[in-house]
């Protein structure tokens, strides 16, 4: 398995070897939910018939089935492994290190805390800057909305942003000079119910 998983990490682009991939992989897990979740124990009995009655299967996992988390964790995994440390953005945008930080604390560059520090996902930067528009998409999305949730929408196709007929990421709508207001409007409904 460590040979086919590093080709996959390859052809991703990603560097990490096959150990420290799966290593972010169990850390993910153990973070993102318990090992045994039962989805009706986070509801009202009230709640639960409420749930139930809309189509909602509030059972346990069976054995035999895919765990729903596989997937989360992955993407977890991926974000934390692409992810810039404040020093390798400040070495990006030819910034010193404290600039970062204010950036940060501005909201006008987004990431988390972990164990070595912050971290900063990909998807905010271009190989010299950070992604143009930036700033006015990140103060519209939610202060709570995980970044999992925000890494998601700026790499999924929009049907409101349209580039040649076809629709665009928020990322690459914003890569092409697109205004950054639809970015933002979209955005503000991050963590919102349908």
């Known amino acids: ?15 990490v070897s096959s150990s420290q991939f799966l290593a972010l992989v169990e850390e993910a897990a153990r973070r993102l939910s318990p090992p045994n979740p039962e989805p009706a124990h986070y509801f009202s009995a009230e709640q639960q018939e409420a749930l139930s009655d809309v189509g909602l299967d509030l059972a346990s996992h069976r054995q035999g089935e895919t765990d729903y988390r596989a997937r ?8 934390a492994d692409s992810a810039l440390t404040v020093l390798e953005a400040a070495r990006r945008l030819g ?3 404290s600039r970062i930080r204010h950036r940060l604390k501005e909201r006008r560059l987004t990431g988390w805390k972990d164990q070595g520090g912050w971290r900063l996902p990909a998807w905010q930067f271009t190989a010299t800057s950070v992604l143009p528009g930036i700033e006015t998409v990140l103060r519209a999305v939610p ?4 970044a999992l949730v925000v890494a998601a929408f700026m790499s ?6 349209v580039i ?6 928020p990322r690459q709508w914003l890569l092409a000079a697109g205004d950054p207001e639809p970015v933002a409007q979209l955005a503000t409904t991050l963590g919102t119910p349908a």
Do not use: C, F, I
């Open 156 to 161: 999924t196709p929009q049907s409101d942003l």
């Open 1 to 15: 398995m460590s040979v086919a998983l590093e080709n996959v990490l390859a052809k991703a682009g990603l560097r």
């Open 95 to 97: 910034v010193d290190d």
């Open 72 to 79: 989360s964790v992955a993407e977890h995994a991926v974000l």
């Open 143 to 146: 202060e709570d909305a995980p």
């Open 164 to 169: 040649n007929g076809k629709p665009a990421t």
